[in-house]
């Protein structure tokens, strides 16, 4: 599977956007990329995903790099509750929808 | 809907005796995912089911680790003759088919070995 490269944490202060970055220079052609956050104790939860273009919906926004090389997940009001751990992954399609996690970035958030 | 259900929430037991975990998906899901979260590391593919098969367990150790769905209930992952390395947060997903779609995790099963 193509990598992901996540940094290790960020901060962010409540009620201003936060935008979380992740390279994939390796990603092919038939790759998507998803994200995915893990609050405290819980599962993972779906964030959203793209494969070309800058996805949109009630949670976050996703940019994606003309080259595709990197993605940038964008929280535009970061909240107490989205402190997280955010992942971003890459899914080959229809090849089976397990999901490899990296180590994702740690998202503080201080009021 | 109720989403993906699993049960129990926490369990213990003591080394040598066995773990039966177990997860419904979310209604009109066929493929279920394990995974497996050491303390403080990521989340680890196990192995993944459709109704009555397993289609990859690449992920899953070779002993003591098995894992089912059958066509009526819940899927079980089963772990026998447990030792603490086995204490970890287990993990089940479910998808609705094949395709590039999201996949709703439950709130896992913590498991202590003491």
């Known amino acids: 599977d193509a990598k992901t490269t996540q940094p290790n944490s960020m901060e962010s202060n409540e009620e201003e956007p936060v935008h979380l970055p992740c390279n994939h220079s390796t990603i092919s052609g038939t790759d998507y990329i998803h994200w995915y956050r893990q609050l405290p104790s819980q599962g993972p939860e779906y964030v959203i995903h793209g494969l070309t273009s800058n996805v949109n919906n009630r949670m976050a926004s996703l940019a994606i790099a003309e080259d595709r090389k990197s993605s940038t997940l964008i929280l535009h009001r970061a909240t107490l509750r989205d402190a997280a751990v955010y992942y971003c992954?890459?899914?080959?399609?229809?090849?089976?929808?397990?999901?490899?996690f990296g180590g994702g970035t740690r998202l503080m958030v201080k009021p | 809907n109720a989403g993906v259900m699993q049960n129990p929430r926490h369990l213990v037991r003591r080394r040598g005796q066995e773990a039966r975990l177990r997860c419904s998906p979310m209604?009109?899901?066929?493929?279920v995912y394990w995974y497996r979260q050491l303390p403080e590391e990521g989340l680890k593919f196990m192995v993944y089911?459709?109704?009555?098969?397993?289609?990859?367990e690449s992920g899953m150790p070779k002993e003591r680790f098995s894992a089912e769905f059958p066509k009526e209930g819940p899927s079980i992952l089963r772990i026998q003759q447990v030792v603490r390395g086995d204490s970890a947060a287990y993990f089940c997903?479910?998808?609705?088919?094949?395709?590039?779609?999201?996949?709703?995790f439950g709130q896992g099963t913590r498991l202590t070995v003491v």
């Open positions: 992954i890459l899914r080959v399609n229809n090849a089976g929808n397990m999901l490899t």
């Open positions: 209604k009109g899901h066929s493929h």
């Open positions: 089911l459709q109704k009555e098969n397993i289609i990859d």
């Open positions: 997903a479910s998808h609705r088919d094949t395709r590039n779609t999201e996949a709703f």
